[in-house]
């Protein structure tokens, strides 16, 4: 569907859409004066849209640090990706990684498009690195550290078991989670989260992607990477590409659900996590890309588009998420609607049904039992439009207006 189709589907999108719109034309507007302060928030912006306005609300000493965090890890991760690079080279990038943050001299070019710059200017991340307090640069650097290491163990290293999955998913977003609960405690905005709740966030976010991207990573050229452990994989296909074919359809959506009942398994740490923070920025900081974990997790569930194309939700969706978390009430709501969804989403002639059913109450027990329900918006009960089309579309053509008027003034300094 189109998206003039998708917003009258959808009119209460609009707002939060416009909303966000206005947000990130802000953020924009205020990229610091030093260049190296400067580059590094147009690249946050440029590599992670969304996901850096929520970090441009933490307060300006935590989203330095976060910012260079989020830049090294995404630094680390193109050294990771690029399967241009032996595994001779790569290895020991990877395990020194920690100690060229501190080298403004370090560079190592590789990487495509907005990576590659990133890589080339490294330095600039370098600089900024260096002016942080010392124990935010502690954290990074010990983080850094360890999620090197990982990544270099699994260079050579298939993922076969559900403890090898486990694993490399630690290693790889778990140690975000770590890193970033020893940030949030440097700033002294939060109490240290204890390591496996800090790790169980990252579990949950990775997964999700892992499941999601099923398809983008199977034809990942020259050489495919894949994270689905085969411990469960083979329960279902000889050979995790062929879940991609139409004649496998049946099992490709047991095996996702099987995937996906694994994920859920994280929820309730995510959840206690959560629940014991207490500077509003950093909640909503943690708490927007959990709900649309979950939410992506509800749409992918016994979904055959997994295997398909790219399943996102809708941008409508991500606005209102964006627009609506501001406290734990607002959490538990999302993760109850969402589970719901889920729940009627559930075959009883799915392998894994009774599993997947038991998880889902679980976690619709503790949101319950939160005794914070009732107090929101739903997500589920969509809004029926009580206007008539006409009304909708009238003020989608002055808005339309409106914003081709802003963007017409946009390149026009006032300064
Ligand atoms: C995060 Cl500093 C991530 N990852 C994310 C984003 O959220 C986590 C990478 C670097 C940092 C943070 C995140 C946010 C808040 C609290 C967290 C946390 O822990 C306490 O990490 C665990 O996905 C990447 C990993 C999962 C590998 C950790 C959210 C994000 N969203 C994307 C959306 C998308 O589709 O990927 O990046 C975006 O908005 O672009």
Same mark, same amino acid.
Request: with cysteine.
């Given at each position: ?43 946050? !912006? ?20 976060? &910012? ?87 260079? &050579? ?97 047991? &095996? ?9 398994? !994280?929820?309730?740490? &995510? ?145």
């Amino acid at each position: 569907m189109g998206s003039l189709g998708t917003v009258l589907k959808h009119p209460d999108d609009i707002y939060p859409l416009f909303k966000l719109k206005m947000a990130a034309r802000n953020v924009g507007k205020q990229i610091p004066p030093e260049p190296h302060w400067g580059f590094c928030y147009k690249m946050l !912006h440029k590599v992670s849209r969304s996901f850096s306005l929520v970090i441009q609300q933490l307060g300006p000493e935590l989203r330095n640090a976060v &910012c260079i965090f989020y830049l090294v890890l995404r630094a680390l991760d193109t050294v990771e990706d690029d399967t241009s690079i032996a595994s001779d080279i790569k290895v020991p990038i990877l395990k020194n990684f920690h100690q060229h943050i501190y080298d403004g001299d370090w560079h190592f070019s590789c990487g495509t498009k907005d990576y590659k710059v990133l890589m080339d200017q490294f330095h600039l991340v370098s600089t900024a690195f260096l002016e942080l307090g010392r124990s935010y640069q502690e954290a990074i650097e010990d983080i850094t550290k360890r999620m090197g290491a990982g990544m270099a163990k699994f260079i &050579c290293k298939e993922v076969e078991t559900v403890d090898d999955y486990d694993e490399y998913c630690h290693y790889v977003a778990g140690l975000v989670g770590l890193g970033l609960s020893k940030l949030f405690y440097a700033s002294k905005l939060e109490d240290l989260a204890p390591d496996s709740l800090s790790n169980s966030m990252g579990l949950f976010l990775q997964k999700t992607n892992i499941i999601r991207d099923y398809l983008e990573d199977i034809n990942e050229i020259p050489k495919s990477r894949m994270f689905w452990p085969r411990q469960i994989w083979s329960k279902y296909v000889n050979k995790l590409e062929d879940l991609k074919y139409d004649e496998n359809s049946i099992k490709a959506v047991e &095996c996702l659900n099987d995937m996906i009942t694994n994920a859920l398994l !994280h929820v309730e740490d &995510c959840l206690k996590y959560m629940s014991a923070l207490r500077d509003p920025a950093v909640f909503r900081f943690c708490a927007i890309p959990q709900i649309m974990a979950i939410g992506t997790i509800a749409l992918c569930y016994n979904n055959i588009e997994v295997f398909k194309g790219v399943v996102k939700m809708r941008r409508g969706l991500t606005a209102k998420v964006i627009d609506r978390t501001k406290s734990m009430s607002d959490v538990y709501g999302a993760f109850f609607d969402f589970s719901c969804l889920l729940k009627m989403k559930v075959e009883k002639n799915d392998p894994n049904a009774t599993k997947t059913l038991s998880r889902i109450e679980a976690i619709q027990k503790t949101c319950r039992n939160s005794g914070l329900l009732n107090k929101r918006s739903s997500y589920m009960v969509e809004s029926k439009p009580s206007y008539n089309s006409v009304a909708i579309i009238a003020v989608f053509i002055l808005l339309s207006i409106f914003l081709a008027f802003l963007s017409t003034k946009q390149p026009i300094h006032s300064d």
